[in-house]
């Protein structure tokens, strides 16, 4: 059975239907959800009431799994992290964030599934790298191309929120010892597509490491509010059992926290990558 694609937005997003990700993913199944992903950069199923073991077990089709360093996760199936706003601090999701950039190879992408709702609020947006590096002026371009920047852990996941006892304090350690800053180029070059793309993001993009504090500073901040615009983005009102897949490598995202003090659960499957070029 063919799949049905139906586009959302001219920079990014389209619903997929005709497919039970419940099941084993065929081949033909794979390919066509891959190259869907590749021209829309985030991909949106309805009705998907996945077990931690499917979803994992789907998202395993398209690479080696990651398992966080600090959020929780399922026990009988690691590679799941719970964002549950009754047990963790997300409030690091309500910032323009690519997932894992602390990484010296980030996440290629991720599935994220809709658990628990609450009645309305809690929207994700998406925004696509490619399309604001487009937008940029052809010298804005050229400044930033061939630019690195360092990417740290600690900016989204700082100390006084997820150090708060003994274990949580040992747990930190361990995972600040494990991921220390990394370098990533201000461009990314898709491994795939080709397309270019800003590869900085608030969530853990600290500075610009060939320019002066203040230079930095003033760029990334610039470079933050453009990635961001609304021209760029889409935003997905969940419903429970939906399904998103985004590509990493190319967008944002933000997790709408409007909605306290109503429950809000995902369940979110990581997809490692590579190292950005």
Excluded: C
């Excluded at 959800?33 to 931690?52: K, M, N």
């Excluded at 789907?58 to 690691?78: D, K, S, V």
């Amino acid at each position: 059975m063919s799949l049905n694609i139906t586009p959302l937005n001219p920079a990014l997003g389209a619903v997929v239907e005709g497919i039970d990700l419940r099941e084993p993913l065929s081949d033909s199944h794979r390919d066509a959800i891959e190259r869907a992903l590749l021209q829309h950069q985030v991909l949106f199923f309805r009705d998907q009431p996945l077990t931690p073991r499917q979803q994992a077990a789907f998202a395993a089709r398209f690479g080696e799994l990651h398992i966080h360093p600090i959020y929780p996760n399922i026990p009988e199936q690691p590679q799941v992290l719970v964002l549950d706003t009754a047990v963790t601090d997300v409030r690091d999701n309500a910032i323009w964030h690519t997932d894992v950039t602390f990484l010296e190879t980030p996440a290629l992408g991720a599935v994220l599934a809709a658990k628990k709702l609450p009645p309305y609020g809690g929207d994700t947006l998406w925004a696509s790298s490619s399309a604001a590096f487009d937008a940029l002026s052809k010298p804005m371009q050229k400044l930033l191309d061939g630019l690195t920047a360092t990417h740290d852990l600690t900016r989204s996941f700082p100390l006084e929120r997820f150090g708060t006892t003994q274990e949580e304090l040992a747990r930190y350690e361990e995972a600040k010892r494990n991921n220390p800053p990394r370098n990533h180029p201000v461009v990314r070059t898709h491994p795939v597509t080709g397309r270019k793309g800003l590869f900085v993001n608030d969530g853990f993009t600290t500075r610009i490491n060939e320019l002066e504090p203040a230079e930095s500073d003033t760029l990334l901040r610039f470079l933050f509010a453009h990635s961001t615009r609304p021209e760029f983005f889409i935003r997905w009102r969940w419903q429970e059992n939906d399904v998103a897949f985004w590509d990493n490598r190319i967008t944002q995202h933000y997790a709408v926290d409007d909605y306290r003090p109503q429950r809000r659960i995902m369940h979110r499957a990581t997809i490692l990558g590579d190292k950005p070029f």
